[in-house]
């Protein structure tokens, strides 16, 4: 069983940065992408960034040219880089993992809260 870690979260105000980390329990390189999704209250999980094993990446509109995500192979970590942070960004960020074939993983989550 994978196992997911996240942290980095915490209360900041608007236009402040944030780093998340996800530390894995296995080599990263093993899957077929990794990434974050957030869920606010009252809303439906989505997707905020995701990487996969080739170092492609993709973002949700509402943080391209804000957010950066990466990944250090050599610490099984993807990192979620959040610069110029908004209210509307204040959700619980989780970390997930895919597998080529089976099943995903995820994180418990990590709070994210941002004051105007």
């Known amino acids: 069983q994978v196992q997911l870690v996240e942290s980095g979260g915490g209360l900041v105000q608007a236009g402040e940065s944030l780093t998340l980390s996800c530390a894995a329990s296995e080599r990263i390189v093993t899957f077929k992408a990794m990434g974050w999704y957030r869920q606010a209250p009252g809303k439906q999980r989505g997707l905020v960034a995701r990487?996969?094993?080739?170092?492609?990446?993709n973002y949700a509109d509402s943080v391209k040219g804000r957010f950066s995500i990466s990944r250090d192979n050599a610490k099984n970590t993807v990192y979620l880089q959040m610069n110029s942070l908004k209210p509307e960004d204040t959700a619980v960020y989780y970390c997930?993992?895919?597998?080529?074939?089976?099943?995903?993983?995820w994180g418990q989550g990590t709070q994210v809260t941002v004051s105007s």
């Open positions: 990487i996969t094993s080739a170092g492609s990446t």
């Open positions: 997930y993992a895919a597998r080529w074939v089976g099943n995903d993983y």
